[in-house]
């Protein structure tokens, strides 16, 4: 007989892990690895930086996060309500992955973008679903940590997926790496078919039909400015996020040393930054917290700069500010979640989630393709000089948010008492 989700609170957290991995380690491969791959290739950055439509999916959440929060699939194959999506999902990417496996970009730029685009379709879906469960799974004093175990396990699958199969990609080539991470999906989602919801643990067994008040809860004061939030924090976080592993492959660096650093000076310290932002958010107020990363976004831009003009390009430099940008990731992402998992808790948790989750995700999107477009036509150098200047106004405009609607959110993630086991 199949047995049931954990109940503990440190099996939710090995729970969580192991499925955002799974999530994210092929989304890594395609957000990360993949504009290496097409700047080897000869595009434009003004292109690779559309290749942001192909993560649209995500930023879509909220259009099919009801749906999930309201419809079963059948149940014979799947066993539990959303636990049926999260396979579900899993099984399409896994198709569509082994697919693509046959359709490298340089033969089919457009087959290959379809299929990269339907993978994170499917893994949206399922993500939503995930994100339904996890977010009614922890409690008040447990979410700033459930969190952070997400965003740990999401930058797990960056880490593997952007800097291990990169690496893989460089020696074997595009068809055996495919193949390569199709095979690791698999083993990932092996756990998940013997479990069962139980409407205990973690688990979301909620057999009725959900009533939905989506435009009440978009409408709330907190929600707006949310949205507002979420646009000035991918400004700061995203804008240069994919443009400096673009610059490191134009300053003639291999994909294969590209990866290394993801993989040593990368990743692992994005997953220190979650436990770090974990660990202040129950300390510090959410404004006082972001305003620091502000000035830490500031930073990291003044080292780009200085690495676009060749002032500074020694390893150990380019270790140091990767390390950086990744620990400031990782400890805002978790922070932010924290924020999302709080906001969102209720009966309609997926398709909250799926609202504020799908702007988070469409902000980057749009933070993105202006860095791509701007590095194209401004250059590496003035776009990150311009990246400084913007993280102090945002600064200003991030302390009349927290004054006004969002000042409840300051206090959401600040607990005395230690998460219950």
């Not at 906001?343 to 791509?372: D, E, K, M, R, W």
């Amino acid at each position: 007989m199949a047995a049931s989700y954990p109940v503990s609170y440190l099996g939710k957290l090995a729970f969580f892990f192991t499925a955002y991995l799974g999530q994210h380690t092929p989304v890594g491969f395609i957000w990360l690895a993949l504009p290496v791959i097409f700047r080897k290739s000869g595009f434009p950055l003004s292109q690779i930086g559309l290749l942001g439509i192909l993560y649209t999916p995500w930023a879509l959440k909220f259009l099919y996060a009801p749906v999930v929060d309201r419809f079963s699939l059948p149940s014979l194959l799947f066993g539990g309500r959303k636990k049926a999506w999260i396979l579900f999902g899993r099984i399409i990417a896994l198709v569509f992955l082994y697919i693509l496996s046959f359709c490298p970009p340089e033969t089919g730029v457009l087959q290959s973008c379809v299929l990269i685009f339907i993978i994170n379709t499917a893994f949206a879906l399922g993500d939503i679903a995930l994100d339904g469960v996890s977010t009614n799974s922890f409690t008040p004093s447990q979410r700033s940590w459930g969190a952070g175990i997400q965003i740990t396990g999401n930058f797990t699958g960056f880490m593997v997926g952007g800097g291990v199969f990169l690496i893989v990609f460089q020696h074997l080539g595009w068809s055996v790496s495919l193949k390569l991470l199709t095979l690791f999906l698999f083993l990932l989602s092996l756990p998940l078919l013997f479990i069962r919801e139980n409407g205990g643990g973690v688990a979301d067994g909620t057999k009725e039909t959900v009533r939905l008040n989506v435009a009440g809860f978009v409408r709330q004061r907190q929600t707006i400015g949310f949205f507002f939030f979420l646009l000035l924090m991918a400004l700061v976080l995203k804008t240069g996020y994919q443009l400096r592993m673009t610059m490191l492959f134009d300053l003639g660096i291999s994909p294969v040393k590209i990866g290394t650093w993801m993989l040593w000076a990368g990743s692992p310290v994005a997953i220190i930054g979650t436990f770090l932002g974990s660990s202040l958010s129950r300390n510090i107020p959410s404004g006082r917290l972001f305003t620091a990363g502000c000035l830490w976004a500031a930073a990291v831009a003044v080292m780009s700069w200085l690495l676009a003009e060749g002032i500074c390009r020694g390893t150990a430099f380019i270790a140091l500010t990767m390390g950086m940008e990744q620990i400031l990731m990782g400890t805002m992402m978790a922070s932010i979640y924290g924020l999302i998992l709080g906001i969102s808790a209720g009966p309609q948790s997926a398709t909250n989630f799926g609202i504020l989750c799908g702007t988070q995700h469409l902000t980057t999107f749009l933070a993105v393709y202006l860095g791509g477009w701007a590095g194209q036509y401004l250059g590496y150098a003035t776009v990150f000089a311009m990246m400084t200047p913007l993280c102090l106004v945002v600064i200003f405009l991030l302390r009349l948010l927290f004054a006004g609607s969002l000042r409840s959110l300051d206090t959401m993630l600040v607990f005395s008492s230690s998460p219950k086991k």
